[in-house]
């Protein structure tokens, strides 16, 4: 929500474009990777998972790619609407798997 | 609606107190995690509960603790409190016990420490 870092990176895009919200993963030994949503006020909203041994899972409008060798996350939102704007978290399991680490957010923001 | 409850949405207390934050999971789920979301950590994983025992433990001060309840809800438990967890609490709750599952998220509980 709104108490999130102050100095988030931000992706601006005009409405009815593409979105692609990119992640850098630390631990190569990941077997679980998931992308939420936070909208102001609310809690993170669960968009779509991947395991390690896919590289590609699609939902309703969300696409998640996994790219091991560069240890890259990205998550693209086709036809990105104004409910779309939110804080858009990664997450992985780690190599212990007994935790879900989660990045720094990436804030989207759609303009009409 | 995740379907998780978290109460109360908000909290002011003063530093040394003690608090409870509460909460329901999805019906069905077994599992119950809590999290730390401050403005200089992000989203910080501070416990886990499976069917009332303890599960996995992440970043979770020992001034912290938690239990999970029979009826599967979940309580959070911050005593001696400091300025620094002054923070959104979050639940949330999962079907099985492992971490390679969707977790479903409350709204959170916002601790003000004054």
């Known amino acids: 929500g709104e108490s999130v870092g102050l100095h988030l990176p931000t992706l601006s895009v005009q409405e009815g474009d593409n979105s692609i919200i990119n992640c850098a993963y630390s631990n190569s030994a990941s077997d679980y990777f998931i992308w939420y949503k936070q909208e102001s006020g609310k809690g993170p909203q669960f968009i779509i998972d991947i395991r390690s041994n896919m590289d590609k899972r699609q939902g309703q409008r969300v696409t998640v790619l996994l790219n091991k060798t560069v240890k890259h996350l990205s998550l693209q939102i086709a036809a990105t609407q104004p409910g779309d704007s939110a804080v858009y978290f990664c997450?992985?399991?780690?190599?212990?798997?007994?935790?879900?680490?989660f990045g720094g957010g990436t804030r989207v923001l759609v303009k009409p | 609606d995740s379907g998780v409850t978290q109460t109360p949405k908000h909290l002011i207390t003063a530093t040394g107190q003690r608090v409870t934050l509460r909460c329901s999971p999805r019906?069905?789920?077994?599992?119950v995690y809590w999290y730390q979301q401050s403005l200089d950590q992000g989203l910080q994983f501070l416990i886990q509960?499976?069917?009332?025992?303890?599960?996995a433990k992440g970043n979770i001060l020992e001034r912290f603790s938690a239990q999970q309840f029979p009826d599967l809800h979940s309580e959070l438990n911050l005593s001696s409190l400091e300025l620094g967890d002054s923070a959104l609490y979050f639940c949330?709750?999962?079907?099985?016990?492992?971490?390679?599952?969707?977790?479903?998220f409350g709204d959170g509980t916002r601790l003000s420490i004054l």
């Open positions: 019906s069905g789920d077994l599992s």
């Open positions: 949330a709750s999962s079907v099985a016990s492992g971490f390679n599952q969707p977790q479903h």
């Open positions: 509960y499976y069917n009332g025992e303890e599960r």
């Open positions: 997450a992985e399991t780690g190599a212990a798997g007994n935790k879900l680490t």
